[in-house]
C-alpha cells in the first residue's frame, strides 16, 4: 500500500494517518510499504505517484490519498505509467469534492470518505440560537458520508455542491 500525506504537520494530515493506522494495524497482511507527502494538491500527488511507480511498479496494490486532489493527480500518474486505476490499483481518498466522484463514476476512484466543508449553516443555526438564549450542544456534528464508486450514478453526481 502507498500512501499520499497532507501536508506535513497539518491536523489533518497528523489525525488522517493515525486514524488510518489505527484500523490498518489490525490487519497484519495490510502494509503501507512507501509514504510521503503530496502537500494535498494535485501536482504534487502526481509527482509523488509517478515516483512510486518507478521505484515498486506493478507491486503497489492500493494507494490511500489524504485529500482527493492527491488521489486525482495519483489517477494521471497510474494512467501514465500503463496501469487502469481503480483496477490494477485501488484508490481510497477523503474529502468528497465532485471531482473525485466524477473519477468514481469513471471506475477511477474506488472509494471517497466524505469531510464536508458545507458547515455554515450549521454555524449560522447555532449562533441564531445563542443570540435567541437557547441551550447548544456541547458538540454539534455535521454528516459527512462514505461513498464507493458502484453507489456512484448521475443524481448523485449532480447532488455534489463543491
Known amino acids: 500500500m502507498a500512501e499520499l500525506q497532507g501536508q506535513p504537520g497539518a491536523d489533518p494530515t497528523i489525525d488522517r494517518k493515525k486514524g488510518f493506522e489505527n484500523i490498518i494495524n489490525k490487519y497484519p497482511k495490510i502494509e503501507i510499504t512507501m509514504s510521503q507527502t503530496g502537500e494535498f494538491n494535485r501536482t504534487q500527488g502526481k509527482q509523488v505517484m509517478e515516483a512510486f511507480l518507478q521505484a515498486a511498479g506493478d507491486k503497489i496494490d492500493v494507494v490511500y490519498a489524504h485529500n482527493d486532489d ?78 464507493r464508486s458502484k453507489d456512484v450514478n448521475q443524481a448523485v453526481l449532480d447532488s455534489r455542491k463543491y
Open 70 to 147: 492527491m488521489a486525482i493527480g495519483a489517477i494521471q500518474a497510474i494512467k501514465e505509467y500503463g496501469l487502469k486505476p481503480g483496477k490494477d490499483i485501488y484508490l481510497a481518498s477523503i474529502d468528497g469534492v465532485r471531482d473525485a466522484f466524477v473519477a468514481m463514476k469513471a471506475g477511477e476512484l474506488n472509494s471517497v470518505v466524505e469531510c464536508t466543508p458545507l458547515m455554515g449553516p450549521s454555524a449560522f443555526d447555532a449562533m441564531e440560537a445563542a443570540w435567541r438564549g437557547q441551550k447548544l450542544p456541547d458538540w454539534i456534528v455535521n454528516e459527512d458520508g462514505a461513498f
